[in-house]
Each structure stands twice: as structure tokens, then as C-alpha cells.
């Protein structure tokens, strides 16, 4: 019981000492490849901690739904992050909640921020929100069904039953296309569920080109701080699912010291190496207009449906 | 002791008939004894159901009457008492809250005849669910429609209520016209209309009819339920009817089809069924959920909206129940069981959250005389209380983790993802594809409730309408409370409700599948045991509630005091009006475009210039509609016709006495002649 | 040779070939015409790394031959002729498109589990080194094909046409190891003539209608 409550709570300092630096490593590659030296890669540190200690300005036209929305949003991603295997693939919460809770929770999270988007009454803040509504739209099917080709494999949603099973190779099935196809199709969901280009640009400064960015335009201080560490969670969260569920070694096993520790540096590498890649993606790609968004999102759910036909049909 | 609360339910709604009508001429006083007889007959159902899922064995109750064929019988078994329940409990929140609505109809209508009405509607509702006869059933479900139909024309003096009111009498008329025939098929093989007889008959049903038995059914129950593409009247009868009339007949009136539905396929035709009938329900229910939720994403009538939601809801029931019958087809009985406790469960939660939601759409029309979300905005700081209670319903109908409607889409969610142990490959690739249509369904919802909540509740008023409201009455806020606390009731304690709708399920199916579905002391559930997918509520509810004080600790560690300025909303420079604020139309825009296949919008732009300067405008109009496609295409050309014909037919009326007369001397020879 | 484990050997192919499938979808999904060249640059190197993993891994010597013409013709050659295509007749960056791209990307999404279904019973009988490969051979061949008729622009039929003849490569190769040298030498030489003639006439397109839209060809029988 204490062991369970000490690893919940080392998945959460990990979860969220680890996410800036994340957001950091993206930012260094974008601006070495634009042949600038750019940011420090501990700069969103020092962001983070100048924000909270600023005051706060708020709207006199919002509600309490303002103000409660970035601990809302902070609490359910958070909670998301103890429900994936980041260093150890047996997670004490795993009963609490399965992937698609996961998908869920963060639904959650982007509930309160649409409205959060509308609150203020400007006209930016609801279109944000607007187009966040139709990008998640497209985006969640996709998700699901990724999951579920993956589950496949598994024989269930259960995030530590895949991980755990992918990384010994035991009673599961394994085969590249299917694999390969919900990779892709997840990778895609999360440039769009993180704010990245192709989808959005996190580093606009142009409200018409905005999306998420918009709904939180009238956040200032410990709100904004807490909005900006839950959206640098939420991309970690990503990553950690696409490195280990697809391709999990090196995590460890059993609950033991020396192979967790083992585990938080494979992960930290893996999770590393992917964030290299989102920032060479957003180098050589421009913004998508927000009605070509759907061309992109469409692949990727052509992608998992097929993914998930495949292990029907190869498994005949 | 069932007989008692029983009786006291019948009594407690038949006082609510017969009191209001004598205390003529005092709405106050017609008020409080026709809602506190629904209170006292609510309140019975509410034990009655109870006291039927608890019992051993069903209870069976009936009397002959005057009419042949017709028996007074009644059957409290475990599905049946489930519904009770549900009816009931919505019946005492929405009873509570009607007191202090029907204020609105104080001097313009009769409270007396509205009482009445609704007490009738909530008494023929739970006979519905209890007859055990074929030909009671019959008569109790025409009342319950007529019933409904005279509450719904409440209004009758706008011209669309009365249209809304027409419209529904005709299809539930058409829909209770394919029940009688299901129930003639029955009628015919068991020779007798008792429900007894229908489930077992002397000799089985040849499979023919028993297919035409589903299939008239499926029409007949899903007329009454709402599904895609019977569905066009829902829009026009719930918005029309008064809210808390609403509440009921989108909340509980619809759940009576689908208790029809499962008493029909799962007890009157149960055990094997061909895997198609399933397949069939499973289709149409996502065709309905995804349809819905599209159509409700682009209603600015919040009632009208809540309506589409209840389309969109009925399908994902459907889909639980159709999958639990594909399960069935191939023997799968415990997955079989678990799809039909997904559908039945969330039954129960869309009936109270959807409720809820009426009841708030309510509150909100009854403090702005308006149902036009473009007219709301800021109402949040007017009716707090209302907001919450809104902001509950919507966080559960957008299935959000821990709410109630969470539970029930992740288990619809789990037993789509079981099929792979079905053997047929092309029946076991459209259940993921049902889950993908399930999953667009949620965001859309999502995005919907969003728009609804943050439209009507947030930012500034958009009208004087918004600007001079003011919190509703008392009771109409303890009716919204009592629903939003079993919501979160039922959203954290799924191991409580979970064994109490496997008492419905396990005599229809065969399998208890209660101890295999707790796990973790009774914290979790775990549809297929120890290493499969699982969820907590209770504890995610516990640790999402320890997180957010987690978060506002750690801010003031880092930051120190919360130092708070207040200001306007940067507008560029500008001073910020509402009519710069976001609309429910643009809000809804993106997604009408991305969609534009299934909406095919028309826009219509006229711009009046100035006479002085052709290069600014004076006026300009602008209107855009979505198509309604099933009105044109299908309901249209049937009505076309059978005007057609009834012109042609009209020949036989030319309205002279001699020739009427003559029809009758004619129709006399030819009979005299015949009986010789 | 026979050191890997033969499944682990199946696998790898079948990730090349699953590879290819997705650049296949990235070609249907794309707006602009040079991408569309480079995405079949790459798929091209894609499938000349899965012919040589099969020559490897069989020991067949003659498909490194026809792997390494794969890289010359088709990444290096045909797409330097499509880009001067491009570049002279200053073709707008803009594809025409006959079926939008959301219902294109679900057509393919069904040509390729119709291409599975086909080669079910194939695969069932399989003793071969990638009996998966057959089926996404298929699939890359019906989707080429579908480029052809989904697009308007004469280039996107080009490119349509090398996509169906990497898919036929693919299935020779998964099928039968690679044809005898001579077909495949053959085949290569055809596909060049083809891509030279496609050029030509890409200018005489551009001369005759100031435009490359091959819908306009409809004009000719005025």
C-alpha cells in the first residue's frame, strides 16, 4: 500500500518536473534549425515559476468557471498521468482507469477550457474554443480507435496489461502493419490534441491563427502557469504513450529500485527522442488552414480503422 | 406489502386526477394538490420498484374486466420494476419542480386540466410498464399518447404547438399501429393476449414471424423512442410541450419504447436470435447517435437541442442493447449480459440527466420568456444555482469522467471492444466501427454542451430578455437538486447500481455476471476479470477532488498571496459589447462546414445599399438553413401521396344527400341478398 | 541467409511493405504537386530497401540488381524529369481534384481491405518469405489506379502509373522472389519510355491548352 502510494507519487514528480524540459527540447531543436541558438532548453522552468509569481488580471465579465477552470484542467491531466506506465508497467492505479479513461480525462480538461474560452465575452476566446471543438471532433475517433487496434493485440483497454505484455512479448500478438498503421494514426492525433503545426502553432502571435491559444488569451500569473504546465503534460502524456505501448523495452517490469530507476532513464530518452522529432515536423511543415485540417485527421483515422481491420483480417 | 405502495401509488395519481378539477377557479390551490398527488404516487412507485428488484419472485396481479379479451393484469418482475423506478424517480424531482413552474400558466390556462393531465401521463406511464396483458398494455400505451398529446397542445393558441401536437399524434399513432401488429403475431400462435402466453406458447414461432415480429417492433417502439428516421417529431413535440412535461416525456416517456423493445426481443422472442437482428439495432442506434448529436449541434432552440440529444442518447442505448443481442446470437452470454447492462444503465442515467437538463432549459425559459439561446449569455451570475445544476447535467450527458454518463459509455465502449471473440468476420468489424461512431458521437456532445452551457451561462447577457433575469423559485431549484444528486450518485457508486441491473438482466439472458463484474472491493469495475480493463469512479472522483486543492497549494508555495486585479476584457482597443460576443451559430459554423455532406447548408446573404454611396450597405439579411433531409425526402413524398390518393378518393364525397342515401340502399340490397 | 529467424525475416518485410502503403495514402491525401513527386521519390527508396531485404534474406542475388535500378530509375531519374515538367511549363502548385480527399482517403481505405479479402485465399496456402506483402502488392496497384482517375493533372497521372508499377515490383517480389532479370530489365526500360513519352505530351498539353488539366482533352472532340 505505501509502496503503491510512493511509485503514484513518483509517476507525478516525474510527470511533472520532466514536461517542461519536453517543451524546452522542442523549442531548442525549432530554433536550431532556423539557425538561431535560441532558449535555453530550461527556459519554460523559469517561465513557469516568473508566471506564478505574477499578479493575476481577470475579466470582470467571467465567472467562478474562469477562475476554476486551470486547476480543473491541471488536476485532470495530472490524474491521466498516473493512469500510464511512465517507469513501471504494472501502475498501482490501473484499476482506477483504463486508455480510455485516459481520453477522457483529458476531454474533461478540455471542456472547462472551451468554456473557460468563452467566458470572457471576446470574440478570440470563442472562436478558440469553436475550432477546438471541431478539431477534437475529428481527432477522438481516430484515438479510440487506434487504442482499440492496440488493445487488440493485447485483449484489452488495460494500459498495463499492453505495456506489461509488450514488453516481455508474451501472450500477444505481434505484427507490423496493424502496429505501424496506429502509430502513425496516434502520432497524428497527437500533433493535433497537443497544439502543434501542422494543426496549430504554439508560438503565434496572431489571434485569427490561433486555436488553442485563443481560449486561453485572457489568462494571466498562476493561471496561465498552470494552463501552460497541464498543455506541456498533456504533450508528455502523449509521448509516453506512443514510446511505450508501441514500443515499451527497458521499462521495468517489477517493482523493484534498481530496474524503476533504470526505466525512468529509457523513458526519459525515448520521450526525448520523439520530442526531436515533433520539432523537426514543425520545421518542415507550414500550419494547415483550419478546413485542411480535416485532409490530415481523415489519414489518420483511415489509418487506425484499417489498423484495427487488419488484426481482423489476419487474424482469421 | 408491495400491494400497499402499490396502492398507494394508483391512489396517489388518481386523487391528482380527480382533485384538481373540483378546486375550480384557484390555480394555487389546483397547483399544490395536483403536484403533491404525483409527489404521493411517485413517491409509491419509488418503493414499488425497489421492493420489485429486491423480491424473489415477480409479483402477478390481475382482474377480469367487462370486455372480452381485455384483462386488468399487471406484473411486477425484475424489468419492470426497473422502469418503475426510473419513471418514479423522475416523476418526484419533476413533481417538485412543477410546483413552482406552472406559476408561468397561472390565469392563461387551466392549472386544474394541466394537473390533471399529468397526473394521468405519470400513472399511464408506469401502467405501460407493468401490464402483463398484450391488450392492456395496448390500452394503457393509446392513453399514455393521447395523454401526452393534450399536454403537449397545452399551448395551443401559437400555431406551432398545434403543428408540433398534430404531427405527434400521427406517428405515435403510426407507431402504435406496427406494436399491435407484433403483438397479433404473438396473439395469433399463443392464442391468448396474456404476456404469459406470449412467452410461452404451445408451439414455438415459425422463424418468419418471428422476424416480422422484430422487425414491426423495432418500428413501432422506435417510433415512440426517436430513432433516425423516425425521429422528426421529437424536435417539434418536446420544445412545444411545458418543461416539466418535457422532462418526462424526453426522460421517461421515451425509455417506455425501449422497455417494449427489450421485453420484446429479450423475453418474448428470447434465447436465439439470427445475428442479424441485432446487427440491425446496432446500426440503427449509431445512425441515430451520430444523426442526433449533428442536428443538436446546430439547434439554437435549447429545448429543440435537448430533444436531438435525446436521439442521440437512445441510439447508444440501442447500440448496448444491439450488442448484447449479437453477443446472444452466438452464444456469448456473458458478453451478451454485459451489453444489455451497458444499454439498461444508461437508461437510467440519460432519464436523469436529461431530465435535469429539461428541468434547467426549463428554469431558463421560465426566468427570460425565451427559448432562443441567441438571447441568453451571463446567466450565470443571475441563477447560479440553476448554472450548477445545468453545469451537472451537462458534464454528465458530455460523459466526462467521474459522472454517470462516463460509466455507461465506457461500458457500451467495452462490450463494442470485446468482439473479437464473435466468429464472424464481418458482423465483428462493424462493432469497432460502431465504437468509432460512438466516440464522434461523444465529442460532438462535448462540443455541443459546451456551446449550450457556455452560450447561455457565460460572458454577458446577449438581450433585455438576459439582462432582467432573476433565479427561479425554490421548488423548481429542490427538483433540479434532487436529480443532480442521483446523477453524481450514479456516477460514483456503479458497484451499487451494477448488481441491481444484473437482477434485470440475469433472468433475460441467463448469467449473472455481477461478482465478475466488482473487483477491488466492490471499487472497481471489471467487465472481463482480473487483468482486463477497468474503472474506478469513486476513486477518480476522490482523487481528482484531492488534485485540484494539490494544485491551488502548489501555486501558492511557488507564488506566494493570490493578488488579483480586476479589468475589462481586452477588446483591441475597443469597448467590448455582447454583440461582439461569440454566437451559437458561429460557434456551431466550423463544424457545419466540415460536415457540410450531411447538413448541406444553404446560405442566403441580401445586402440593401445606400442611395448616396453604392460602396456601404444600409441593411443586410442574412440566413442560412440546414437541410432536413428526412422531411424532404421521406416523410414529404409520403405525405404527397397520400394526398394524392385521398384526392382521387375524394370522388366518393360530392356532398349530395340523394347520393349518400343511394350508398346506403345499395350497400342494404347487396347485404339482404348475401345473408339469403 | 537462413540465420534470421524466418518470422522475425516475415515481419521486417511486412513493415517495409506497411511503409509503403502509408506513403500510398500520403500521395491520395496531398494538395500539392511537388510533394507528390517526392512522396513517390520515397516510396520508391522504400521499396528498393525491401527488395534488398528480401534479396538478404533469400539470397536471391539478381533482386540487388533490380533493387539498385529501383534507385536509379525511380528516385533519381523519373522524379528529376516530372520536377523539369514542373518547373517549364510552370504547372500551378494546386491539384485538381475529381473526388475530395476525405471520401478519396476511404475509398483506398476499402481497395485495401478489398485487396486483403482477394488475397485471402493465397495467403492461406502461404510457404512464402512475405505472404502478407501480396495483399498491400494489391492494394498499392488498385490505389495507383484510383490516383489516375481521382486526379486531374497530367502529372498526377504519371505519378498515378509509377505507383501501380511499384506496387507490381512489390508483388514480384514478395510473390515469386523477383522475376527472371531479364523481365525485370524490361519492365525497367518500358517504365522509362513511358515516363519520357508522359513528358512529351505533358508539353503538348501545355502547348495545345495552356494547362495541364487532362479534363480539358474532353475539348478535343469539338
Known amino acids: 500500500m505505501i509502496e503503491s502510494a510512493v511509485i503514484v507519487l513518483g509517476q507525478a514528480v516525474a510527470a511533472l518536473l520532466v514536461s517542461p524540459f519536453i517543451v524546452g527540447l522542442i523549442r531548442k531543436v525549432k530554433a536550431r534549425l532556423q539557425c538561431r541558438r535560441g532558449a535555453g532548453v530550461i527556459q519554460p522552468y523559469y517561465d513557469l515559476l516568473k508566471l506564478f509569481r505574477k499578479d493575476v488580471v481577470v475579466s470582470t465579465n467571467t465567472s467562478w468557471i474562469f477562475t476554476a477552470t486551470p486547476y480543473i484542467l491541471f488536476a485532470s491531466t495530472l490524474m491521466a498521468s498516473l493512469l500510464v506506465p511512465i517507469f513501471l508497467s504494472k501502475v498501482p492505479l490501473n484499476f482506477a482507469g483504463d486508455v480510455i479513461t485516459v481520453v477522457y480525462l483529458l476531454a474533461l480538461g478540455t471542456f472547462f477550457l472551451m468554456l473557460a474560452g468563452l467566458d470572457a465575452g471576446s470574440a478570440f476566446g470563442g472562436m478558440g474554443s469553436s475550432r477546438e471543438a471541431i478539431v477534437a471532433s475529428l481527432t477522438e475517433p481516430a484515438m479510440i480507435l487506434s487504442i482499440f487496434a492496440v488493445g487488440l493485440t493485447a485483449g484489452s483497454t488495460n494500459l498495463s496489461t499492453i ?103 529509457v523513458w526519459l530518452a525515448k520521450v526525448s527522442g520523439l520530442a526531436v522529432v515533433i520539432g523537426v515536423i514543425e520545421s518542415m511543415f507550414a500550419k494547415l488552414r483550419l478546413f485542411r485540417v480535416t485532409d490530415l485527421l481523415g489519414v489518420a483515422f483511415i489509418l487506425s480503422l484499417l489498423a484495427v481491420v487488419f488484426f481482423y483480417i489476419l487474424r482469421v | 406489502m408491495i400491494q400497499l405502495f402499490l396502492l398507494i401509488a394508483l391512489v396517489g395519481y388518481g386523487l391528482g386526477i380527480f382533485l384538481p378539477l373540483l378546486a375550480h377557479r384557484r390555480p394555487h390551490v389546483q397547483n399544490i394538490l395536483a403536484h403533491g398527488a404525483a409527489l404521493l404516487g411517485a413517491v409509491g412507485g419509488v418503493v414499488v420498484g425497489a421492493m420489485g428488484l429486491a423480491a424473489e419472485g415477480p409479483y402477478v396481479f390481475s382482474l377480469p374486466s367487462t370486455l372480452p379479451l381485455l384483462r386488468y393484469a399487471i406484473r411486477l418482475d425484475p424489468l419492470s420494476a426497473f422502469f418503475v423506478l426510473v419513471i418514479s424517480l423522475v416523476g418526484v424531482a419533476v413533481s417538485v419542480f412543477a410546483v413552482g413552474y406552472v406559476r408561468e400558466f397561472y390565469g392563461r390556462h387551466s392549472i386544474g386540466a394541466l394537473g390533471a393531465l399529468y397526473n394521468a401521463f405519470l400513472l399511464s406511464m408506469t401502467l405501460v410498464v407493468l401490464a402483463d396483458d398484450g391488450f392492456f398494455f395496448l390500452v394503457v400505451w393509446e392513453i399514455m399518447s393521447l395523454v401526452s398529446y393534450f399536454l403537449v397542445v397545452t ?58 415480429a422484430f422487425v414491426a417492433s423495432l418500428i413501432g417502439f422506435g417510433t415512440k423512442a426517436g430513432i433516425v428516421p423516425l425521429h422528426v417529431w421529437l424536435p417539434y413535440a418536446h420544445p412545444a410541450a411545458p418543461s416539466h412535461v418535457s422532462a418526462l416525456m424526453s426522460g421517461v416517456m421515451i425509455k417506455t419504447a425501449i422497455y417494449g423493445m427489450v421485453r420484446v426481443y429479450f423475453d418474448f422472442l428470447g434465447g436465439e436470435f439470427p445475428w442479424w437482428w441485432g446487427f440491425v439495432v446496432l446500426t440503427v442506434g449509431a445512425v441515430s447517435a451520430l444523426l442526433g448529436v449533428m442536428y443538436a449541434l446546430m439547434e439554437h432552440d435549447l429545448k429543440s437541442l435537448l430533444a436531438y440529444h435525446s436521439v442521440e442518447n437512445i441510439g447508444i442505448i440501442l447500440m448496448g442493447i444491439g450488442a448484447g443481442m449479437i453477443f446472444q446470437s452466438y452464444g456469448l452470454t456473458q458478453l451478451a449480459a454485459l451489453g444489455l447492462l451497458a444499454g439498461l444503465y444508461h437508461t437510467v442515467n440519460h432519464a436523469m ?58 461500458l457500451t465502449f467495452q462490450s463494442l471492444f470485446l468482439s473479437f471473440q464473435i466468429p464472424d468476420l464481418l458482423v465483428k468489424m462493424m ?49 433540479m437538486a434532487g436529480l443532480a444528486v442521483v446523477c453524481v450518485l450514479l456516477g460514483v457508486a456503479p458497484m451499487v447500481v451494477v448488481p441491481v441491473i444484473d ?18 472491493g466492490g471499487l472497481a469495475l471489471m467487465p472481463m476479470g482480473v487483468g482486463s480493463a477497468a474503472i474506478s469512479t469513486p476513486v477518480l472522483g476522490l482523487l481528482l477532488a484531492l488534485l485540484v486543492p494539490v494544485a491551488w497549494l502548489m501555486a501558492v508555495v511557488i507564488g506566494g498571496k493570490l493578488r488579483k486585479r480586476f479589468y475589462k476584457t481586452w477588446g483591441c482597443g475597443i469597448t467590448l459589447k455582447p454583440r461582439m460576443e461569440y454566437t451559437a451559430t458561429g460557434f456551431a459554423q466550423p463544424i457545419k462546414q466540415v460536415f457540410s455532406t450531411i447538413y448541406r447548408p444553404t446560405v442566403k446573404l441580401e445586402t440593401e445599399l445606400l442611395e448616396e454611396s453604392r460602396y456601404f450597405a444600409k441593411r443586410m439579411h442574412f440566413e442560412t438553413h440546414i437541410e432536413p433531409v428526412f422531411q424532404k425526402y421521406l416523410y414529404d413524398p409520403v405525405v404527397r401521396s397520400l394526398n394524392a390518393v385521398a384526392d382521387r378518393l375524394r370522388v366518393v364525397q360530392a356532398g349530395s344527400l340523394q347520393l349518400y342515401l343511394s350508398y346506403i340502399f345499395v350497400t342494404l340490397l347487396i347485404l339482404l341478398l348475401w345473408v339469403r | 541467409m537462413g540465420v534470421i529467424h524466418p518470422d522475425i525475416a516475415s515481419q521486417m518485410v511486412d513493415l517495409c511493405a506497411a511503409l509503403l502503403l502509408l506513403t500510398c495514402f500520403a500521395i491520395v491525401a496531398q494538395r500539392r504537386l511537388s510533394a507528390c513527386v517526392d512522396l513517390f521519390a520515397l516510396q520508391s527508396v522504400f521499396l528498393a530497401v525491401t527488395a534488398a531485404l528480401v ?28 520536377k523539369k515538367v514542373i518547373e517549364r511549363l510552370n504547372v500551378t502548385r494546386e491539384l485538381v481534384l475529381n473526388v475530395n480527399i476525405p471520401p478519396s482517403l476511404l475509398i483506398c481505405g476499402a481497395l485495401v481491405i478489398l485487396a486483403f479479402y482477394i488475397t485471402q485465399p493465397i495467403i492461406s496456402l502461404g510457404f512464402l518469405l512475405t505472404k502478407d506483402s501480396l495483399a498491400i502488392a494489391l492494394a498499392i496497384v488498385l490505389i495507383g489506379f484510383f490516383t489516375m482517375i481521382a486526379r486531374k493533372k497530367a502529372v498526377t497521372q504519371v505519378v498515378g502509373f509509377m505507383v501501380m508499377e511499384n506496387g507490381l515490383f512489390l508483388g514480384a517480389t514478395a510473390a515469386a522472389y523477383g522475376m527472371p532479370l531479364i523481365v525485370e530489365l524490361g519492365v525497367f526500360f518500358d517504365v522509362l519510355v513511358a515516363g519520357l513519352i508522359i513528358g512529351i505530351f505533358t508539353h503538348r498539353l501545355q502547348d495545345t491548352f495552356d494547362s495541364v488539366d487532362t479534363s480539358k482533352l474532353t475539348e478535343l472532340k469539338e
Open chain 2, 503 to 520: 437482477r434485470v438482466t440475469a433472468p433475460l439472458i441467463g448469467v449473472s455476471i455481477a461478482d465478475k463484474v466488482l473487483a477491488e
Open chain 2, 353 to 410: 440527466f436529461k431530465g435535469l437538463l429539461f428541468l434547467g432549459a426549463g428554469s431558463l425559459l421560465y426566468a427570460t420568456h425565451t427559448r432562443n439561446m441567441e438571447e441568453y449569455g451571463g446567466l450565470i451570475r443571475k441563477m447560479p444555482w440553476t448554472a450548477f445544476f445545468f453545469l451537472v447535467g451537462a458534464v454528465s450527458i458530455a460523459a466526462l469522467p467521474p459522472s454517470n454518463g462516463f460509466v455507461s459509455e465506457w
Open chain 2, 155 to 212: 399551448e395551443h393558441e401559437k400555431a406551432e404547438v398545434r403543428y408540433a401536437g398534430f404531427f405527434y399524434l400521427i406517428m405515435t399513432h403510426v407507431g402504435t399501429a406496427f406494436i399491435i401488429v407484433t403483438y397479433l403475431v404473438f396473439y395469433q400462435q399463443a392464442g391468448s393476449f396474456s404476456f404469459e402466453a406470449f412467452r410461452n406458447p404451445s408451439e414455438p414461432l415459425p422463424q418468419g414471424l418471428r422476424s416480422v
Open chain 2, 431 to 479: 462493432l469497432p466501427i460502431g465504437a468509432a461512431m460512438l466516440a464522434l458521437t461523444g465529442v460532438l456532445a462535448l462540443a455541443c454542451f459546451a456551446k449550450a452551457f457556455g452560450i447561455s451561462f457565460l460572458a454577458m447577457p446577449r438581450s433585455a430578455h438576459a439582462r432582467n433575469a432573476r433565479e427561479v423559485p425554490v421548488a423548481m431549484r429542490v427538483g
Open chain 3, 55 to 82: 534479396a538478404f534474406l533469400t539470397g536471391i542475388h539478381h533482386i540487388y540488381i533490380a533493387a539498385l535500378l529501383t534507385v536509379i530509375i525511380k528516385v533519381i531519374v523519373i522524379p528529376r524529369i516530372l
Open chain 1, 163 to 265: 505495456v506489461h505484455k509488450t514488453a516481455l512479448l508474451q501472450d500477444i500478438v505481434t505484427d507490423p502493419p496493424p502496429h505501424l498503421m496506429a502509430f502513425v494514426a496516434l502520432f497524428i492525433v497527437t500533433l493535433a490534441e497537443t497544439g502543434r503545426v501542422p494543426v496549430d502553432n504554439p508560438a503565434t502571435h496572431l489571434e485569427l491563427t490561433m486555436i488553442h491559444e485563443a481560449m486561453v488569451l485572457e489568462y494571466s500569473g498562476r493561471y496561465l502557469a498552470l494552463v501552460e504546465w497541464a498543455s506541456a503534460l498533456k504533450l508528455l502524456l502523449f509521448l509516453t504513450l506512443l514510446s511505450n505501448i508501441f514500443a515499451p523495452w527497458g521499462i521495468a517490469t517489477e517493482a523493484e529500485p534498481a530496474r524503476m530507476a533504470l526505466g525512468v532513464l
